[in-house]
T-cell receptor, first 114, second 112 residues
């Protein structure tokens, strides 16, 4: 059973446009929501993360929006650049559980055309 | 810090052979995770350790897979015997509980 559902599977955006990736979860115990970025031939790397006590977190061109009541969160990439072309994974975990195990979404392959 | 170090980067082996993948976590991290990545199934958690103790191995596909963590600085994932369907990229990741995972660069395994 997929604990975190991610969409779309792939996304093509023109340079300068906004890329939006969505994730949804069911487990209300989740309280930590990171996003990972993976380039070909590399392991995923932590990009940005949010806790449910805030509805938005921004770091440069990357913003996480969080809707606790809907159990959804999304990644927005403003002014998308070709260098942003990568696979993005959302994830969730419950810090109060036995440990910091992350549940990953299936990933979104983003292509930004110049 | 050199990050999470995995070896080998690439492994090509014949069906039926034993394969051993290695991982050196970041010093001081108390969790270690083994993941498998394929196009069909995405990132799958195989097993994870806390303070060198296996916590959950329910993701290990079958008895052909085994993992050990003899000390805080080393872990292995072994497949014996290997099969073509084991072909994938295997990632090791480590974390200090309250922080995000750090992944290694992965081992691309091809079983022919």
């Amino acid at each position: 059973q997929q604990q975190v559902k991610q969409s779309p599977q792939s996304l093509i955006v023109q340079k300068g446009g906004i890329s939006i990736i969505n994730c949804a979860y069911e487990n209300t115990a989740f309280d930590y929501f990171p996003w990972y970025q993976q380039f070909p031939g590399k392991g995923p790397a932590l990009l940005i993360a949010i806790r449910p006590d805030v509805s938005e977190k921004k770091e440069g061109r990357f913003t996480i929006s969080f809707n606790k009541s809907a159990k959804q969160f999304s990644l927005h990439i403003m002014d998308s650049q070709p260098g942003d072309s990568a696979t993005y994974f959302c994830a969730a975990s419950s810090r109060g559980s036995t440990l910091g195990r992350l549940y990953f979404g299936r990933g979104t392959q983003l292509t930004v055309w110049p | 810090d050199a990050g999470v170090i995995q070896s080998p980067r690439h492994e090509v082996t014949e069906m039926g052979q034993e394969v051993t993948l290695r991982c050196k976590p970041i010093s001081g991290h108390d969790y270690l995770f083994w993941y498998r990545q394929t196009m069909m199934r995405g990132l799958e958690l195989l097993i994870y350790f806390n303070n060198n103790v296996p916590i959950d191995d329910s993701g290990m596909p079958e008895d052909r897979f085994s993992a050990k963590m003899p000390n805080a600085s080393f872990s292995t994932l072994k497949i014996q015997p290997s099969e073509p369907r084991d072909s994938a990229v295997y990632f090791c990741a480590s974390s200090l509980r309250e922080f995000g995972y750090t992944f290694g660069s992965g081992t691309r395994l091809t079983v022919v």
